[in-house]
Nanobody, 123 residues
Framework: QVQLVESGGGLVQPGGSLRLSCAAS????????MAWYRQAPGKEREWIAD???????NYADSVKGRFTISRDNPNNAGYLQMNSLKPEDTAVYYC?????????????????WGQGTQVTVSS
């Protein structure tokens, strides 16, 4: 059973920082793309950053220069360092990963989501 669990959310003042973590567990052979998404109240879930297994990164314009995505391949973990936070960054943040793991008869690639962690930016 493959599982993603996020942590590190909370309440922070504007201009502050938070670091989100994403831990993948289970019988994992490797992880391809890892990504972070967020969903604000009344809005659709939006992609904000991703990172390949070779550490190539991409960012949405709304977070470029403020957020940094990283990963720890040996430990199947991902991170999102968020600096200069703004009230409009308030959302539930989700980790997403493409994970390669043993299936019933062969190796399987699955797309997995964490349960989300709340980030609130407010004074």
């Amino acid at each position: 059973q493959v599982q993603l669990v996020e942590s590190g959310g909370g309440l922070v003042q504007p201009g502050g920082s938070l670091r989100l973590s994403c831990a993948a567990s289970g019988n994992i052979l490797s992880i391809n793309r890892m990504a972070w998404y967020r969903q604000a109240p009344g809005k659709e879930r939006e992609w904000i950053a991703d990172i390949t297994s070779g550490y190539r990164t991409n960012y949405a314009d709304s977070v470029k220069g403020r957020f940094t995505i990283s990963r720890d391949n040996p430990n199947n973990a991902g991170y999102l360092q968020m600096n200069s936070l703004k009230p409009e960054d308030t959302a539930v943040y989700y980790c997403n990963a493409e994970i390669i793991h043993p299936g019933h008869t062969t190796v399987t690639t699955g797309n997995y989501w964490g349960q989300g962690t709340q980030v609130t930016v407010s004074s």
